[in-house]
């Protein structure tokens, strides 16, 4: 599952949502600045923000040629209309568009930008999915709930349905527990986001941003309550949030909650017809890239290579890339069918760099991701992937994909590389509190604290979380491609981790605690963050060996 951004806390706003304030107290809460819309690509000396230096990276190679660079995203799909996307999408030139003919016998009919392994006949996608863990507690507890240590025949399997069973309570919990407070902010949400839009004399349908609240006269102790509860919710989401969109994710993912407690388990079979348990070589999926849960997917294409410099949307930081889109991940937890398919689809058709802004905790055909995996390296095709959203030691909680695989031959492949998100100051709240680390399992940090890229439904959209982290570290990969083709994935991992300064000393809040510092140093094997124009320089005095055609 894609843990994008962080949604609304039922625990902060329910002073605000559910209570009624006195008018005295209705103020918006005080909260810190917001970084610019583009900090995630400044220079740290020239700003004061600690973004990658973008600028400095492509003055450094002002003169240069470069060659465009096949990236992947194994994502949501991807608006392929979207003004800051449209002209940069790969391009299957072997394929005849619309023709319904597999004109390159790659098996995969019309697959013009990418494919959908989460499509199915009739033009249809497998949108909401539960969590692998309710899956495989579905599937074994008819075998193993009456059985016990003395009794379990099969040890190994019995050790895994006891960890299947761990997570899959945990989940359940959790979700039983969000779905009582978000539930209720939800019914707040709807009820005061009318309220607003009557004062601005908006139409049912109408949208709001935080700066319109400025608008809005309080005429009643309603209106004036509800206003609060709408400065309070953008002061967390961010100015280029609107209330349609808060509503959507919200919305979003409470169905993924309530499928985790009440699993629609029949979806893939209905939908995508399939089998995802058995890899038998056989096509299933659709051409169709775009659908109604794209938001993500052009998010994270955007930050990639968003076409730069035309006034609309952002700056990608690759400035000559053709993106790959690749729909494998539904609002729910992705298959290790479709990602291992997914993955030597972008190897097979070209990509160099295969972004990866998802994961999940139980891995129940890992070995068919291993060998995606090898694959990928076999082929010099480097693999960037989010370390994830649950603040947790990905050394003691490992997260599904990762490169440790079954069968002991690697535990750190050279063509991969894990990314935790880093904030926009120096200080404390350098780590994101929401972000996974570990000093073994997490190469490296890169901007992913209230990160700005394109969407669906707007013309950008801001939010927190790794899912940002890994595309800006993608982007700086397909950058170093584009102006040293020759190097291998290897190198360009080694050009990338050594662009980070470790910043021993620096001592920060350790995600997911209020109270409890550690040194920055401790949370990945760097102890740094990404940056395009130290990554660009340790490039252009490697000597290539690619194993690239």
Not at 231 to 241: P, T
Not at 378 to 403: I, R
Not at 425 to 431: I, K, P, S, V
Not at 524 to 542: C, D, E, F, P, R
Request: proline residues 4%; charged residues 20%.
């Amino acid at each position: 599952m894609f843990k994008f951004c962080k949604y609304l806390s039922a625990t902060t706003l329910s002073a605000a949502l559910l209570v009624n304030l006195p008018a005295s107290a209705q103020q918006a809460p005080v909260t810190d600045p917001a970084p610019p819309k583009a900090w995630h690509l400044l220079d740290l000396k020239e700003s004061g923000f600690y973004g990658i230096s973008l600028k400095q990276a492509y003055m450094f190679v002002q003169g240069k040629k470069s060659k465009p660079v096949v990236v992947a995203t194994i994502d949501s799909g991807a608006d392929t209309s979207q003004t800051d996307l449209k002209t940069v999408l790969w391009i299957n030139k072997k394929e005849i568009p619309g023709n319904g003919i597999d004109d390159d016998h790659n098996g995969y009919v019309d697959d013009i930008h990418g494919w959908n392994f989460l499509g199915g006949p009739g033009g249809k996608a497998d949108f909401t999915e539960t969590t692998e863990e309710v899956r495989e507690y579905s599937k074994l507890k008819g075998r193993y709930a009456s059985v016990t240590d003395s009794t379990a025949t099969n040890k190994k399997e019995y050790a895994y349905w006891l960890r299947v069973k761990t997570v899959y309570d945990s989940t359940v919990n959790k979700a039983n527990t969000e779905i009582g407070q978000l539930s209720p902010v939800m019914n707040a949400l709807m009820v005061t986001s009318g309220y607003i839009k009557r004062g601005l004399n908006l139409p049912a349908n109408g949208t709001f941003t935080q700066a319109d609240l400025v608008k809005v006269k309080a005429t009643n102790d309603t209106l004036s309550q509800s206003k609060y509860v709408w400065e309070s919710v953008f002061s967390q989401e961010g100015a280029g949030s609107t209330n349609a969109k808060i509503i959507k994710d919200l919305s979003e993912y409470l169905a993924k909650l309530n499928n985790d407690v009440s699993p629609d388990l029949t979806s893939r079979k209905r939908v995508v017809g399939d089998d995802p348990d058995t890899m038998d070589g056989k096509p299933y999926g659709n051409n169709l890239v775009k659908f109604a849960d794209a938001a993500h997917g052009t998010g994270v294409a955007g930050l990639i290579g968003a076409v730069r410099n035309n006034n609309y949307g952002i700056n990608g930081v690759a400035d000559n890339v053709k993106l790959m889109i690749i729909k494998a991940i539904p609002n729910g937890d992705e298959y290790d069918k479709d990602v291992a398919n997914a993955i030597r689809y972008a190897v097979d058709n070209g990509a160099r760099v295969v972004n990866m802004s998802f994961g999940k905790k139980i891995s129940p055909h890992k070995e068919w991701v291993d060998a995606a995996f090898k694959y990928a390296a076999s082929k010099d095709v480097l693999l960037v992937m989010a370390a994830g959203n649950d603040n947790q030691d990905m050394d003691l909680q490992p997260e599904f994909p990762n490169d440790t695989f079954l069968d002991g031959s690697s535990s750190d492949a050279d063509n991969v590389i894990s990314v935790g998100a880093s904030g926009p100051r120096m200080g404390q709240n350098l780590a994101g509190d929401f972000s996974n680390y570990g000093k073994k399992s997490v190469d490296i940090f890169a901007p992913g604290v209230k990160v700005t890229s394109i969407t669906t439904d707007a013309e950008v959209d801001t939010e927190d979380g790794t899912s940002f982290s890994s595309p800006i570290t993608a982007g700086i990969a397909a950058l170093i491609l584009e102006y040293y083709p020759s190097l291998s994935a290897k190198q360009v991992k080694e050009a990338i981790l050594g662009s980070a300064t470790p910043l021993k000393g620096t001592m920060v809040l350790k995600p997911g605690s209020k109270t409890e510092k550690v040194d920055f140093t401790t949370l990945s094997k760097t102890g740094g963050i990404v940056n395009a124009y130290k990554a660009l320089q340790l490039a252009s005095k490697m000597k290539g060996d690619s194993l690239a055609n």
